[in-house]
Each structure stands twice: as structure tokens, then as C-alpha cells.
């Protein structure tokens, strides 16, 4: 059970387990299985989790899934993979199209949130947001949201994929909408948006018109070159 809460408390709490021989193989297992599900939240730690287990004499399968879960982390690049989502929300007899005219209780930071997985489908994307795959839902809306902090009060561009449509805010100001049906590509949608000095709040409404359900986003100097000293966070 300690395995489904994803945590950085619950990762310590199954390692202090471990001491109690009987169930020691259990508690490996959930501590590897909470770094995988939150190691787009605090990927240093998970990296820091997984590691311990990469050593000669780890059971293979606990090697198997540690190997993967740094892989996975090595694939994140620059994007945002700390995030906690909502939803999903729909509306009887309105599809995707249509709801992206209304608005849900995640908008006002209402409703029950999660961390979100991430690389789960980690082949040639394991930076994006599968919400299928975490949520399910079909003609329905979810939201992603974190706190980008940045180093200094600068102008960036935020470069968006989705698959389909998506919203975004920024400090709770509306700056990009697009209401479409579309596979995800990174990058498909490049805003260019200012950035305070410090906390930035970042919420995505997506919209799931049938098929995948994704999202991912980095920021980006307004060149298009990495831009030093960003991050993201959610809350423990």
C-alpha cells in the first residue's frame, strides 16, 4: 500500500523498513516503485534512490527497474516533469471542443491533486504527461500545474506540445489557448511570456478528443537556447 503514495516521506519511511528482515524485500521493491512514479516531481532524489540499487548482488529485477527509472531521468532534458494534476472533468452531451469554452473548479486551484507520473511511455518521450495512462477519460478535460522558479525576472518563450487541445496560464493570467485536434510534437506551440523573479505559477488545461492524451512544456531563452537556472517544483 505505501508503494501507491508518492512521496519522498514514503520512500524513507519503506528504506527504514528494510531493517526488518521479513520484510525487507518488499520494502526495496516499494521504495523503487515510489522513485519511478515521482521521479519527474524530485528526480535528484529518485535518481539518488535508484543508484543505491545499480550495485553488484541487487536481485535483477530490482537492478531492472533501477537502471530504468535513471534512464528515464536522463531523458527528461530541460522540460518540466514536476507536476500535479487534476481531473478529469467532462459534461454530458459536450465534447472536448466544446468544453474548451468552459471552466472547472482546477482553474481556481479547487479539486483533489495528485503528482503526476512520468515516463511511462518513456521510448522517445519520457519528459511528457501521459494522462491516459494516469487518468483514462475520453471528450474530457484534465489540468497540470506547477511553481517555475526563476533566478531573475526575465522574458522566455514556453514552448508547449499537447495532444489535443490545451490552455495555459501563467501567474494566473491566460496566455495561450488552442483548441485542436493533434498528435503531440514538443515544442509545437512557443509562447513568449515574461517571467517574475522567484515563484511562477504554471497551469495547462488539456483536452482529450479521443486516442493519446499528452502534454509537456520547457522554457526556453527567446533564441531558443536553454535557459540557466529555471526550475520546477511541486509541493511534498
Known amino acids: 500500500g505505501l508503494a501507491e503514495v508518492v512521496s519522498l516521506k514514503a520512500a524513507e519511511l519503506a528504506q527504514a523498513c528494510k531493517a526488518d528482515p521479513e520484510v525487507a524485500g518488499e520494502a526495496d521493491l516499494t521504495t523503487l516503485k515510489i522513485a519511478q512514479a515521482g521521479c519527474g516531481a524530485a528526480p535528484a532524489q529518485a535518481k539518488s534512490f535508484a543508484e543505491a540499487f545499480l550495485a553488484e548482488g541487487t536481485p535483477e529485477p530490482l537492478k531492472k527497474l533501477a537502471d530504468a527509472i535513471t534512464k528515464t531521468i536522463a531523458g527528461f532534458e530541460d522540460y518540466v516533469t514536476a ?4 481531473g478529469p472533468y ?24 495528485r503528482i503526476a507520473p512520468v515516463g511511462t511511455n518513456p521510448g522517445s518521450k519520457p519528459f511528457a504527461i501521459d494522462l491516459l495512462d494516469a487518468l483514462e477519460g475520453r471528450e474530457c478535460v484534465a489540468y497540470l500545474r506547477t511553481t517555475v522558479n526563476s533566478p531573475a525576472a ?7 506540445g499537447s495532444n489535443d487541445g ?3 496560464w501563467l501567474n494566473g493570467a491566460l496566455v495561450h489557448g488552442a483548441n485542436v485536434g493533434r498528435p503531440l510534437t514538443p515544442d509545437q ?6 517571467l517574475k523573479e522567484g515563484a511562477n505559477a504554471l497551469l495547462l488545461a488539456v483536452y482529450q478528443q479521443g486516442g493519446a492524451w499528452e502534454a509537456c512544456a520547457r522554457f526556453r531563452a527567446l533564441d531558443g537556447n536553454p535557459l540557466p537556472g529555471v526550475t520546477a517544483s511541486v509541493a511534498e
Open 166 to 168: 490545451v490552455k495555459v
Open 189 to 194: 506551440d512557443k509562447i513568449k511570456v515574461q
Open 90 to 113: 467532462s459534461e454530458e452531451g459536450k465534447n472536448a471542443t466544446k468544453l474548451f469554452d468552459m471552466s472547472f473548479p482546477a482553474e481556481k486551484g479547487e479539486g483533489i491533486w
Open 83 to 86: 507536476w500535479e494534476m487534476c
Open 154 to 160: 526575465q522574458e522566455a518563450l514556453l514552448q508547449i
